[in-house]
Nanobody, 115 residues
Framework: QVQLVESGGGLVQAGGSLRLTCAGT????????MGWFRQAPGKHRELVGD???????NYADSVKGRFTISRDNAKNTVYLQMNSLKSEDTAVYYC?????????WGQGTQVTVSS
């Protein structure tokens, strides 16, 4: 059974940094794209950014220059380094991974940025 487990969320002051980690287990088929989404209260879930198996990245305009996605293919793990955090970054952050069998989601980790 495929599982994605996020960690690293928490409370941070505006301007601070956090690093999220998402580790996948039980994955048999090669993961293609791994990505991070977020959902703030009362809002739709939105893409933060993603990374392909060969390292190509894509970011939402709102996080470009502040967030960096990286991955370790051998460990089926993706990271999200978040710098210069703003109050509007407050949300539950979800990890997503896709392969030929489908898409998988983590349970989410809360990130709260205090102003």
């Amino acid at each position: 059974q495929v599982q994605l487990v996020e960690s690293g969320g928490g409370l941070v002051q505006a301007g601070g940094s956090l690093r999220l980690t998402c580790a996948g287990t039980g994955i048999i088929f090669t993961i293609n794209t791994m990505g991070w989404f977020r959902q703030a209260p009362g809002k739709h879930r939105e893409l933060v950014g993603d990374i392909t198996s060969d390292g190509k990245t894509n970011y939402a305009d709102s996080v470009k220059g502040r967030f960096t996605i990286s991955r370790d293919n051998a460990k089926n793990t993706v990271y999200l380094q978040m710098n210069s955090l703003k109050s509007e970054d407050t949300a539950v952050y979800y990890c997503k991974a896709t392969n030929i069998r489908g898409a998988y989601w983590g349970q989410g980790t809360q990130v709260t940025v205090s102003s």
